[in-house]
């Protein structure tokens, strides 16, 4: 494999392993010329898939496409590059199993908000409002209201610490939940 940094074609593997539900090899590699490290990936080949788009173009399904836009999402949060990789091989396995040629930006953008929702809701929010281009704060509080409802608690009104970390809201004085002070948005 030639080294992205000198080009040279002398490189050592120094760990490999499987990602995603075994579909893909992450390896390590080491140019023996230069001494710097880089990754490489190996996947099986199959039958492209085409996306198509909003305005009804096509292109390429690209993984990476996704892993840029869950990055984008996850930026300054807890969650390693890493695991972003697992949910966009599995994101890709899921569109490669139910589609055979053709699969639409909409089915994937679902995809993708439903795997950051299960991992980082404040990824996923990040996620939806650019996906879901939100026409005003109405649309954005019917998305946030359902994963902020569970974590209310009935005596103050005080929000849970999520699993994944992050800020508690307490309400204002006045207000006997967030429920009640959002409640605009339900309606």
């Known amino acids: 494999m030639q080294c992205p940094f000198c080009r040279v074609d002398n490189d050592r593997v120094i760990d490999s392993r499987s990602i995603g539900e075994g579909n893909a090899i992450r390896r390590r590699r080491k140019c ?3 001494g710097k490290r880089f990754t490489t990936y190996e996947r099986t080949e ?3 898939r085409v996306v198509v788009k909003k305005d009804s173009s096509r292109e390429a399904f690209s993984r990476e496409k996704i892993l840029t836009g869950m990055i984008k999402a996850c930026e300054k949060r807890n969650i390693s590059v890493h695991e972003l990789e ?3 091989a599995k994101i890709e396995a899921s569109i490669f199993e139910e589609f055979d040629s ?3 930006t909409k089915v994937i953008g679902e995809k993708v908000s439903e795997a950051l929702k299960q ?3 404040v990824a996923y929010v990040r996620f939806a409002s650019v996906y879901r281009e939100f026409k005003d704060v109405k649309e954005f509080l019917e998305e946030l209201l359902p994963l902020v409802r ?3 608690q009935p ?3 005080a929000i849970s610490e999520p699993a994944g970390g992050g800020a ?3 309400p204002r004085a006045g207000t006997s939940s967030i429920a009640s002070a959002l409640g605009t948005a339900e309606n």
């Open 119 to 121: 991992t980082d809701h």
């Open 155 to 157: 005596d103050n009104g």
């Open 32 to 34: 023996l010329a230069c």
């Open 150 to 152: 569970p974590r209310l």
């Open 102 to 104: 053709e699969v639409s």
């Open 46 to 48: 199959e039958q492209p």
């Open 86 to 88: 697992n949910l966009s």
């Open 168 to 170: 508690m809201l307490e």
